[in-house]
């Protein structure tokens, strides 16, 4: 696979998973240290300062944990100049772990260059040298289409939910929010209402 060069910063958990996206992007590429980030305000500081210059990437694992880091980052930067790329749940073990994590899913590490250049493009990236695609213009999807595609405020919106986004390969720990921010920004209205099944095909 050859390897692209897209204009914002990513930022992940540690230097097993910047390995492993050095092989498939052209980026400056930071770490996290897992949790560390709670404790380094200079590392956030910096996080906060490369967001300002040229964007940045979350890219963090989609286990609990993962989440917990990403939206740490959320709350820090503001959402102008951060984008917010998502692994989808896939379960197993890194070679070289002796035993998977706790939730037993692969982390950024273990995905394939094609899943991690698809998970980027879906985020937004930039891809420099490419063209990039427009959307056309629409009424931007609303929490209240996701009530009426059952996925939030009703009985079973939850299950409903997570077997959405098992769907469309996105982690089960994402939030309706965030959902809703993803199909904003890489469907059009047209086709997110369609995915949801409100319109017909």
């Known amino acids: 696979m050859v390897k692209?060069?897209?204009q914002e910063a990513i930022v992940v958990e540690g230097r097993y998973d910047k390995n492993a996206l050095s092989q498939v992007v052209d980026t400056l590429i930071l770490e996290t240290d897992g949790f560390g980030i709670f404790k380094n305000q200079p590392k956030m500081k910096l996080l906060g300062q490369v967001a300002q210059k040229r964007g940045l990437i979350v890219l963090t694992d989609s286990d609990g944990a993962g989440f917990v880091i990403r939206n740490r980052i959320k709350g820090e930067i503001p959402p102008q100049y951060v984008k917010h790329a998502y692994i989808p749940d896939q379960y197993g073990k890194e070679k070289r772990k002796r035993k998977g994590g706790k939730e037993g899913k692969l982390g950024v590490e273990g995905m394939s260059p094609e899943i991690l250049q698809q998970v980027l493009k879906r985020?937004?990236?930039?891809?420099?040298?490419?063209?990039q695609e427009r959307h056309p213009a629409g009424q931007a999807l609303s929490k209240t289409d996701l009530y009426l595609a059952g996925?939030?405020?009703?009985?079973?919106?939850?299950?409903?939910?997570?077997?959405?986004?098992?769907?469309?390969?996105?982690?089960?720990?994402?939030?309706?929010?965030?959902?809703?921010d993803l199909l904003n920004t890489f469907y059009t209205p047209q086709e997110a209402k369609e995915l949801l099944g409100l319109e017909k095909t």
Do not use: C, D, Y
């Open 4 to 6: 692209v060069q897209i």
């Open 123 to 131: 985020a937004g990236a930039t891809f420099l040298g490419e063209p």
């Open 151 to 180: 996925l939030v405020g009703g009985a079973n919106s939850h299950e409903k939910r997570v077997q959405f986004l098992h769907a469309l390969q996105l982690p089960e720990h994402m939030s309706a929010n965030a959902l809703l």
